[in-house]
Nanobody, 117 residues
Framework: QVQLVESGGGLVQAGGSLRLSCAAS????????MGWYRQAPGKQRELFAT???????NYADSVKGRFPISRDNRQNELFLQMNSLKAEDTAVYYC???????????WGQGTPVTDST
């Protein structure tokens, strides 16, 4: 069973920064897409950043220019650098990996990011 483990969440003031990490138990080469989702209180989980094996990244408008996604393919780690945080970024952040042909998705346990302002 694929395991994804997120870390790096916590309390942060508006305007501050955090870096989230996601460690995978299997090689990134076995997944087509890695991504970050978040779920704010009372809202649905939303996809906001993706990274493909081909090197393509995509972002939701809400985080574009603030939350660059990156990856270390040798260590099988995914990162999210969160800059210029806003109160509305408060959410639980989830790492996701996807195999397109099989249609299988894998999830981490989530790490909370909370505005402490």
């Amino acid at each position: 069973q694929v395991q994804l483990v997120e870390s790096g969440g916590g309390l942060v003031q508006a305007g501050g920064s955090l870096r989230l990490s996601c460690a995978a138990s299997e090689s990134f080469a076995s997944f087509n897409v890695m991504g970050w989702y978040r779920q704010a209180p009372g809202k649905q989980r939303e996809l906001f950043a993706t990274s493909t094996n081909g090197g393509t990244t995509n972002y939701a408008d809400s985080v574009k220019g603030r939350f660059p996604i990156s990856r270390d393919n040798r260590q099988n780690e995914l990162f999210l650098q969160m800059n210029s945080l806003k109160a509305e970024d408060t959410a639980v952040y989830y790492c996701n990996s996807r195999r397109i042909i099989s249609g299988k998705n894998y999830w981490g346990q989530g790490t909370p990011v909370t505005d402490s302002t």
